[in-house]
C-alpha cells in the first residue's frame, strides 16, 4: 500500500532530490576532466624504480689515428644517466638540480637516475620524475641500466662512482665536472656543462658507412643514415640540428684497475666479507651468498652487459697498513710467485697510474702517465731506507702475505678508501692489473673517462693525450714548483 503525505512534505522531498541530482551531475563533470589539476605536482615529482628503465646502451670506443685517446661512439642515443652530485655540499646541489632541469628540457626521453639518498633530498625541487634503486640492488641495477655516469665533484666523487662499478667488468663512460677540493681527475668545469653534455651525449650520432667498425653499429646507426625521422633520438635534441660526427667525437680515456682477491689462511676467496666505509656507499649485494668464491674465478669472464667479475676492482689503489695499533706491519710481498721481499713499514700501497697522484705520491711514490699500462709498488713510512718504489708491467701478479711476525694482530686493507676489511696471520691479498679486451660489443675493462679535446692544433695528436694531464701537474699539483716564488 502506498504511503501518502501531505503537499508540504512532496516540497521537501522534490527539493531534496533535486539537491542529489545536481551533487551527481557535478560529480561527473569533474570525472569527465583531466585530474592532472589535482595530482600533477605530486605525480611529476615521485620517485620511480630504475628497474623499469630500459637496459643498457653499451657505447663503442674507436682507435683514432692521431691519438692514444679513443673516440666515442653511441650506436643509439643514451637514455639513462646517473647524477652523483658530490655529498654534504649544498651549492653543488643547487647546480644539480640546475644541470637535470636543463637535460629534462632540452634532451628529450633522458631518465636521470640518482643514488637514493640524494633522491630523497632532491626530488622536491624536480618538477619531474627521477629514478633510483634500494642501497642493496644498486650494483646490480646500475651495472645493467646506467648508460652515462655524470659526476658534479671532486676526485672523491669519480671515486664513488667508479666504486658503483667495482664487482662489474663494464662501467659506463663517466663524465666529470670539477666542483670539488682538488680536481685533478675532474675535465670540466661546470659552468661549461651545455656544452660539455651536448658533446658526450652527440659523440658519434652521425658516422660514414665506410668508418663503421662493426655490424652492431652499423645497424644501430642505419635510420641516421638514411635520413629516416627518429622522434626519440638525437634529431629530438632541442637546438641541435645535426649530428657531430666524426671529426668532433668526444674523447675517451680508459683508466686501468686493479683486481683485487682476498684470501683467508685456507686460500678461500673472502671478498663478500669486504664492507664499505661509509653508509654512503652501496653494498655489493653480496651477504649471505658468497658470489666471489676461488671456484669462480674465471665464471665472470664471460658476463653480459655488467655481469659480476670473480674480483673487485680499484681505480686507486689497495693499501695495507698497520691501523692503530703501534707496531710497523710485517708484510711478505711475492710478485709474480717469486718472494721479492720482507716489508717493514706502515704499510704497503699498489696502486694504478691514476692512483700515482694519490695517496701514492703523498708516500713518495712516483708519477704515472694514465696511458702507461702498469701497477706500482710503494713503501709506507719504510723502516729500510734502501726500500724504494716499483713501477711493474700491468699485467704483474703481486701477492701481499701477512707474516706471522705480526704477533696475530688483525691489519685493515682498503680499496680505494671505499672498501675496508681486515686480515690476519697468513691471509693474502692477491692483486693484478684488470685486463682491457676488444670484444664483438666494444671495449671491455677500465674506467673510461670522458677527455676534453685538446685546442692545440697538433698533427701527430701527442698534445690532445697530454694537455689536460700536464695542465693538472702544473696547475692543480704545482709540480717542482720553485721555493720563495709568488703566486
Not at 692521431?66 to 649544498?90: G, V
Not at 706500482?376 to 702475505?401: G, M
Not at 696475530?408 to 692477491?430: A, H
Amino acid at each position: 500500500m502506498s504511503r501518502l503525505c501531505c503537499p508540504a512534505q512532496a516540497f521537501a522531498l522534490l527539493n531534496t532530490t533535486s539537491k542529489v541530482t545536481n551533487i551527481a551531475r557535478c560529480r561527473l563533470k569533474l570525472a569527465a576532466q583531466p585530474w592532472r589539476a589535482f595530482s600533477v605536482s605530486t605525480n611529476r615529482r615521485q620517485i620511480l624504480d630504475v628497474s623499469t628503465l630500459s637496459n643498457r646502451i653499451v657505447p663503442h670506443y674507436q682507435q683514432t689515428k692521431t691519438a692514444s685517446l679513443l673516440a666515442l661512439h653511441w650506436p643509439e642515443p643514451p637514455r639513462n644517466i646517473l647524477l652523483m652530485p658530490k655529498l654534504h655540499a649544498p651549492h653543488v646541489t643547487v647546480s644539480a638540480v640546475e644541470f637535470a632541469k636543463h637535460i629534462h628540457n632540452n634532451y628529450p626521453g633522458l631518465n636521470l637516475v640518482f643514488e637514493s639518498h640524494i633522491a630523497h633530498t632532491i626530488h622536491k625541487d624536480l618538477p619531474f620524475p627521477i629514478y633510483s634503486a634500494a642501497p642493496a640492488d644498486t650494483t646490480a641495477l646500475y651495472a645493467d641500466k646506467i648508460d652515462l655516469v655524470t659526476t658534479m665533484g671532486g676526485d672523491g666523487t669519480i671515486l664513488r662512482a667508479a666504486s658503483l662499478f667495482s664487482s662489474h667488468f663494464g662501467v659506463p663512460p663517466i663524465l666529470a665536472f670539477s666542483m670539488g677540493t682538488l680536481g685533478f681527475l675532474g675535465e670540466w668545469k661546470f659552468d661549461e656543462y651545455k656544452r660539455a653534455f651536448r658533446e658526450c651525449y652527440m659523440s658519434g650520432c652521425s658516422v660514414s658507412t665506410e668508418d663503421l667498425g662493426d655490424p652492431h653499429t652499423r645497424t644501430a646507426t642505419t635510420r641516421a643514415i638514411d635520413g629516416l625521422p627518429d622522434p626519440e633520438g638525437w634529431d629530438s635534441v632541442r637546438g641541435n640540428g645535426k649530428c657531430m660526427g666524426l671529426n668532433r667525437t668526444s674523447k675517451i680515456l680508459l683508466r686501468n684497475r686493479l683486481r683485487v682477491g682476498i684470501y683467508d689462511s685456507e686460500g678461500r676467496n673472502i671478498n663478500e666479507h669486504i664492507l664499505p666505509t661509509s653508509t654512503a656507499e652501496p653494498s655489493l649485494g653480496l651477504e649471505g651468498e658468497p658470489v666471489f668464491t676461488a671456484q669462480s674465478s674465471t665464471a665472470g669472464a664471460a658476463g653480459g652487459r655488467g655481469g659480476n667479475s670473480p674480483y673487485l676492482h680499484a681505480i686507486n689503489e689497495v693499501s695495507i697498513d698497520r691501523g692503530s695499533h703501534p707496531h710497523l706491519a710485517i708484510i711478505d710481498i711475492f710478485v709474480n710467485g717469486h718472494f721479492l721481499t720482507e716489508a717493514v713499514a706502515d704499510g704497503i700501497l699498489i696502486s694504478t697510474p691514476t692512483g700515482s697522484t694519490a695517496y701514492s705520491l703523498s708516500a713518495g711514490g712516483s708519477i704515472v702517465h694514465p696511458l702507461v699500462k702498469s701497477l706500482l709498488i710503494t713503501p709506507i713510512s719504510p723502516r729500510s731506507l734502501s726500500f724504494r718504489p716499483l713501477v711493474l708491467p700491468l699485467h704483474t701478479k703481486v701477492v701481499l702475505r701477512l707474516s706471522k711476525r705480526n704477533r696475530g694482530r688483525e691489519l685493515p686493507v682498503s680499496i680505494d678508501g671505499k672498501r675496508r676489511l681486515g686480515v690476519t696471520i697468513g691471509m693474502e691479498v692477491r692483486v693484478e692489473g684488470e685486463k682491457l679486451e676488444r670484444t664483438e660489443d666494444g671495449w671491455k675493462g677500465g674506467v673510461p673517462c670522458v677527455i676534453r679535446a685538446s685546442n692545440k692544433n697538433d698533427s701527430e695528436g701527442f698534445g690532445e693525450d697530454d694537455d689536460s694531464w700536464v695542465g693538472g701537474l702544473n696547475g692543480l699539483l704545482k709540480f717542482n714548483y720553485p721555493f720563495g716564488s709568488g703566486s
